[in-house]
């Protein structure tokens, strides 16, 4: 007890002025979050060229869809396990080895089965990195700073669709699907050899008992922002905590069954809004007899939004408390989302559709990023985060069949429709929730929730 007490992680870190360190974490931290997106929208255009070749029929592309999400889904899982079970950094640095690798086996891809297979294996390391970028970045971020800085890295991974989109219009006709592959994958290896020498989270170390690395990494921590900073305030007394074991069980009992809950839902909210909506604004257009090249010049404004959605985010994060930030959030969404459907004209389409992608990307920031990785103890963070990516993931398997029935038989009604559903259980299950988060100590948030859950199964 003594030792854990003498360690501090928490408090320490908390104390840390913003320098240099920190913005380094971002910086590798982001990146391979921003691959992640990448390579999730660089789909689209490899699918298109795939069929154009002749080498993939679109019942083969939609296995190499489906097989991306299915991927994803158990990489969230797994992320929480390992980051949990193993620590941060091998994490991360497994996913991201496994993302690299697979996507530079896709280059020499003989058939479509192959790729499929190598894309499944891209889905998992693609899955596991948000889980382990959104759990990691904000144990070594300030609690007063935590909320923009995590919405910067969400503007990051955000810009993934645009960069995406406009690397794919010029390499794709020019030089062949198979060199995204090679761009994603060479980026990817350059980075994991970058992390090689990110620190371990001092709260996890401390978390597992491992009390003399969280020291040293701690002191390392330290002597670099103060050389650079000068002489640091003197941290807040550690509260009295005993060190518990953490078995996956007590994820699920009665003290952090409801944060499970609302994380989930917002989860769930989140992929339904972008995979129910954001996704399939180039077909909603044209079929409502909005022309091709039209249809694409309006998604193309809209999907602006993606990363105004998280500006927005950097500018309310730390303002604003973050229950109250999401459920005004979703708000915007169910009404901007009634006057979509009703805009007309070359100016109210386009700008009431960016006001509601803005405002789904918003809630995408907010929610993955920073709300629900705050949720969870320290020893629970990443299996907490993952349960509810993979709930998340989950659904974006499930959606696209949904938006199709429901488009067909009741239009774009009923697609918002269904996105208002879910908002409406987030929205619930964050007010009856009541645990706030903005500005608050990790260690504040979830501590007596940590310690009673565990203590009743130890």
């Known amino acids: 007890m003594a030792d854990h007490l003498a360690v501090n992680a928490g408090s320490r870190l908390d104390r840390l002025p913003i320098s240099r360190f920190h913005w380094r974490i971002l910086a ?21 060229a795939l069929k154009a070749e002749g080498f993939s029929t679109l019942a083969q592309s939609a296995v190499f869809m489906s097989m991306t999400f299915l991927g994803m889904m158990i990489g969230a899982g797994m992320a929480g396990y390992i980051g949990d079970r193993f620590g941060r950094r091998a994490s991360y640095q497994f996913n991201l080895a496994l993302f690299g690798l697979a996507s530079v086996a896709a280059i020499f891809s003989p058939t479509m089965t192959f790729l499929i297979v190598c894309r499944f294996v891209m889905g998992i390391g693609l899955g596991a990195e948000l889980v382990v970028a959104a759990g990691t970045l904000g144990e070594f971020i300030p609690p007063a700073f935590r909320g923009r800085w995590v919405s910067i890295m969400g503007m990051v991974v955000n810009s993934g669709l645009l960069v ?17 592959f090679a761009i994603a994958g060479a980026a990817a290896l350059i980075v994991w050899i970058m992390r090689k020498k990110m620190p371990e989270s001092p709260r996890w170390l401390e978390s597992v008992g491992r009390f003399e690395e969280a020291e040293a990494t701690l ?48 989860a769930i909210a989140v992929n339904v809004s972008v995979y129910g909506f954001v996704a399939w604004l180039p077909t909603f ?3 409502h007899g909005t022309g091709i090249v039209t249809s694409l010049w309006y998604t193309t404004l809209m999907s602006f939004g993606s990363v105004f959605g998280a500006v927005i985010a950097i500018g309310i994060a730390d303002r604003i408390s973050r229950r109250l930030s999401l459920i005004l959030t979703a708000v915007a969404i169910m009404l901007f989302g009634f006057l979509y459907p009703n805009a007309q004209g070359d100016v109210m389409v386009p700008l009431t ?30 299996r907490g985060t993952g349960f509810a990516g ?37 929205i619930i ?30």
């Open 164 to 180: 995406a989109t406009s690397i794919g219009y010029i390499v794709i006709p020019t030089l062949g699907w198979r060199y995204m």
């Open 28 to 48: 590798l931290i982001s990146a391979g979050a921003f691959l992640d997106a990448f390579d999730v929208y660089l789909a689209g255009g490899v699918i298109a």
């Open 390 to 426: 993979m709930c998340g993931r989950a659904a974006s398997m499930v959606t696209p069949y949904a938006t199709v029935f429901l488009f067909a038989n009741f239009g774009l009604h009923g697609v918002l429709g269904m996105v208002g559903v879910v908002l409406v259980a987030m």
């Open 285 to 287: 257009l044209v079929s």
């Open 429 to 458: 299950a964050v007010g009856l929730l009541r645990v706030e988060t903005t500005g608050q100590s990790l260690d504040e948030v979830s501590a007596d929730e940590l310690a009673a859950a565990a203590g009743a199964t130890a």
């Open 219 to 266: 002191t390392a921590i330290e002597r670099e922002v103060s050389a650079q900073k000068g002489p640091l305030p003197a941290p807040a007394p550690a509260r009295a905590i005993a060190m518990v074991h953490a078995p996956l069980k007590a994820l699920f009992g009665p003290k952090l069954r409801n944060r499970v809950i609302a994380a989930t839902l917002a």
């Open 353 to 382: 559709g960016f006001l509601l992608v803005s405002s789904i990307y918003t809630l995408v920031t907010l929610a993955l990023f920073a709300y629900i990785p705050e949720l969870f103890p320290t020893a629970y963070r990443l």
